[in-house]
């Protein structure tokens, strides 16, 4: 049988604040806290039916919709498919109109409510941005300047591959990165070929391809854990050990990996359709290549000399 469809908004408000709403005790999943939106109905895309669903619930207007990310999922009773949409503009104020608690929350604070089990991948779409730099030691007297153009550049989501540096040299380049990316409010991801410096604060951590599929588990006590993927296999495992979210390249030709077997968006988007996590596409792309992206199913664009000014 074919899954039940469900077109989901991502509502926020001025402050950003997403909102939340809870399922009545009697619904499927209910008791817990969902994103507005329900079933698609015969006959309706999915973008008529999360305008439809957010007038009922809330009585707003969708007047801009972005795909955020789609999850299929098999409940032990129900097999579903969430389109998730990020509303980009609406008009109207959001009430309660079918009698469901609502409320604003924090992104970074919708890990502390209950969801069902399918909205993890949810949650961590909701809360990276669109971005994702990669700033390598190709010449290591730019580190730190290619870092700070980054930050310029409005990139919260960085990470460190630093395959050539000393033990030593990642540290003292860290400790002068992590509180830089502090107060631009960015996380700062080392990856994991790095050579890992004792005591250096950093966000989380990026497993390369060889390391993803070497871990039985995800990596304990890391806020974010990210992955590198080429292909469906390093895909699902990476979606089997619970990583936040993947990079899946080279989606088109790039000048550091001239050997790799290009994917093109065609096969980016199957690939991507197949997996339940937030996917940033990699490889040839630009900042201006964001649409394109999210149309493919990506959380986003991830580079190298992307980001860099
Ligand atoms: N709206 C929504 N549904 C979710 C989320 N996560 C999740 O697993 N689901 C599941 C629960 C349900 O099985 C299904 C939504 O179906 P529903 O019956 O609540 O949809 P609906 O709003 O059209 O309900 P109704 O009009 O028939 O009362 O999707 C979520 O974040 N939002
Ligand atoms: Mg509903």
Not at 111 to 139: C, K, M, Q, S, T
Not at 156 to 178: C, G, H, M, N, P
Not at 185 to 206: D, I, P, R, T
Not at 207 to 212: F, G, K, Q, Y
Request: aromatic share 6%; glycine share 8%.
């Amino acid at each position: 049988m074919s899954p039940l469809q469900v077109a989901v908004g991502v509502v926020k408000n001025s402050l950003g604040e997403v909102l939340i709403s809870l399922r009545h005790d009697k619904l499927h999943q209910g008791g817990l806290w969902e994103f507005p939106g329900g079933k698609v109905e015969a006959e309706e895309t999915v973008g008529q039916a999360l305008a439809r669903e957010l007038k009922e619930e809330l009585d707003i207007t969708v007047q801009a919709a972005m795909p955020l990310i789609t999850i299929n999922h098999q409940y032990p009773d129900l097999a579903v498919q969430l389109c998730v949409f990020t509303v980009e503009s609406y008009s109207g104020t959001v009430k309660s109109c079918e009698g469901q608690p609502f409320l604003w929350v924090n992104p970074d604070d919708l890990v502390n409510y209950a969801f069902p089990v399918a909205n993890r991948p949810i949650i961590a779409a909701v809360r990276l941005p669109p971005y994702y730099a990669i700033l390598d030691d190709a010449d290591p007297t730019l580190l730190l300047v290619n870092l700070d153009g980054i930050l310029e550049n409005g990139i919260k989501l960085i990470q460190a591959r630093l395959k050539t540096l000393s033990a030593d040299a990642v540290k003292s380049f860290l400790e002068q990165a992590y509180p830089l990316c502090k107060t631009y409010k960015a996380s700062l991801l080392l990856n994991s070929s790095v050579k890992q410096a004792e005591g250096c604060e950093v966000n989380g951590l990026h497993l390369t391809s060889v390391d993803l599929l070497a871990c039985r588990q995800r990596p304990d006590g890391k806020q974010w854990v990210g992955a590198s993927c080429h292909n469906r296999e390093e895909l699902r495992h990476a979606e089997k050990i619970g990583v936040d979210f993947v990079v899946l390249a080279p989606v088109l030709a790039t000048p550091t990996h001239p050997d790799a077997e290009i994917l093109g968006w065609d096969h980016f988007a199957e690939l991507t359709a197949q997996i339940n996590l937030p996917v940033y596409a990699l490889g040839g792309l630009t900042q201006s290549d964001l649409l394109v992206a999210r149309e493919a199913g990506a959380q986003g664009i991830a580079g190298i000399r992307a980001f860099l000014g």
